[in-house]
C-alpha cells in the first residue's frame, strides 16, 4: 500500500494532515505540487481544486479524498498495519 499526501508550502490544512499521519505511525510520501508538475496533474486528475489531496493506492484499487479526513486517516493506517 503506498498513501501519497499532496501538498504545498504554506497550506494549514496539508501541514494538519502530515502531522495527523506522523502522530499515528502512518507511512506516507508527501508530494509538493509546486515543486513536481506531475504531482500537480495528478490533482487535477483527480478533480480536485487544490490542495491537501491524499491518495491511498493498494492492490485491489486506490481511492483520495481532498481536505481534512482524520477517519479516513486512520482507516489507512488500518489496512498498512494489516
Known amino acids: 500500500m503506498t498513501v501519497t499526501l499532496y501538498s504545498q508550502p504554506g497550506c494549514g490544512p496539508c501541514s494538519f494532515v502530515k502531522r495527523a499521519m506522523e502522530s ?5 510520501i508527501v508530494k509538493d505540487i509546486r515543486e513536481d508538475p506531475e504531482a500537480e496533474k495528478r490533482v487535477r486528475d483527480l478533480g480536485y481544486p487544490g ?6 493506492e493498494t492492490s485491489s484499487g486506490s481511492y483520495a479524498w481532498h481536505g481534512v ?3 479516513k486517516i486512520r482507516h489507512a493506517y488500518d489496512n498498512q498495519t494489516r
Open 69 to 71: 479526513d482524520l477517519e
Open 24 to 28: 499515528i505511525g502512518l507511512d506516507f
Open 51 to 56: 490542495t491537501p489531496v491524499t491518495e491511498v
